[in-house]
T-cell receptor, first 113, second 115 residues
Framework: EAGVAQSPRYKIIEKRQSVAFWCNPISGHATLYWYQQILGQGPKLLIQFQNNGVVDDSQLPKDRFSAERLKGVDSTLKIQPAKLEDSAVYLC???????????FGPGTRLTVT | AQSVTQLDSQVPVFEEAPVELRCNYSSSVSVYLFWYVQYPNQGLQLLLKYLSGSTLVKGINGFEAEFNKSQTSFHLRKPSVHISDTAEYFCAVSELFSGTYKYIFGTGTRLKVLA
């Protein structure tokens, strides 16, 4: 069974530029999550989807972050414009049963200069 | 859960010695509990989970954890560690809040196994 795929693995941009991350969850997993992990901290949930609907985006900075999950499969997280404090690893995860264990991708390391 | 606390940010331990990584949480409702491991430059991998039933759960790589409802704790243990166990360990809690599952991670404990 293929795991959660993410791309790119690394990205370096300048502040005020835009960036997008892509995630493809495990086949059949209805729930998809995006996390931000700042160095030395635990993952922080940004947004979660059930199929292609948003069920919680209370911690997503909506003035600059957006996410979509078209057709209930893969998802894209976008930052526009980026700030220095957005430097972090962005993790995507999926789960078969909502609320149960999650399966994580390798993450995208974003550096904003 | 309103918070998940991992009191130890770093735990050094000699190879073949036992180890316990502590996790406490605050919540007024029923929760699901998890431990994940993160190796350098990788995503998180599930070690073990508590959903219901027996409070002692066993996971991969010889790890186990015990759910203590009265103390709201879910400590992770291994009787004999190996060099390869060196990694970051995260405790996580999932709780149903206003019809939505909220997933909260602790800040992590860095386990360093010494030869």
């Amino acid at each position: 069974e293929a795991g959660v795929a993410q791309s790119p693995r690394y990205k370096i941009i300048e502040k005020r530029q835009s960036v997008a991350f892509w995630c493809n969850p495990i086949s059949g997993h209805a729930t998809l999550y995006w996390y931000q992990q700042i160095l030395g901290q635990g993952p922080k949930l940004l947004i979660q989807f059930q199929n292609n609907g948003v069920v919680d985006d209370s911690q997503l900075p909506k003035d600059r972050f957006s996410a979509e999950r078209l057709k209930g499969v893969d998802s894209t997280l976008k930052i526009q414009p980026a700030k220095l404090e957005d430097s972090a690893v962005y993790l995507c995860a999926s789960s078969l049963v909502w609320g149960y264990e999650q399966y994580f991708g390798p993450g995208t390391r974003l550096t904003v200069t | 859960a309103q918070s998940v606390t991992q009191l130890d940010s770093q735990v050094p331990v000699f190879e073949e010695a036992p180890v316990e990584l502590r996790c406490n949480y605050s919540s007024s409702v029923s929760v699901y509990l998890f431990w994940y491991v993160q190796y350098p430059n990788q995503g998180l991998q599930l070690l073990l989970k508590y959903l219901s039933g027996s409070t002692l759960v066993k996971g991969i790589n010889g790890f186990e954890a015990e759910f203590n409802k009265s103390q709201t704790s879910f400590h992770l243990r291994k009787p004999s560690v190996h060099i390869s166990d060196t990694a970051e360990y995260f405790c996580a809690v999932s709780e149903l809040f206003s019809g939505t599952y909220k997933y909260i991670f602790g800040t992590g404990t860095r386990l360093k196994v010494l030869a």
